[in-house]
């Protein structure tokens, strides 16, 4: 499961489980976003920034990911 978080440093601060509306919150509040991709067993990784224009892939090492994002 992957979670972002938008938050502009104040008083804005929300979770959302889809990039197009954590991008969109971005937008109307002026925020920065960031991913968090959570495992089953309770374990999570911290994935970066959520950029509003280009790709939002991220390449976590120490998995057996062989492409960025899958």
Do not use: P, Q
């Not at 959302?16 to 925020?31: Q, S, V």
């Not at 968090?36 to 911290?46: C, P």
């Amino acid at each position: 499961m992957t979670e972002y978080y938008v938050t502009d440093g104040k008083d804005y601060t929300e979770r959302f489980y889809k990039l197009t509306d954590a991008k969109r919150a971005m937008k109307e509040h002026g925020a920065r976003g960031y991913k968090t991709k959570i495992y089953a067993n309770g374990d999570f990784v911290d994935c970066g920034e959520i950029t509003l224009k280009g790709d939002n892939r991220t390449w976590i090492a120490n998995t057996r990911m062989n492409r960025a994002n899958y």
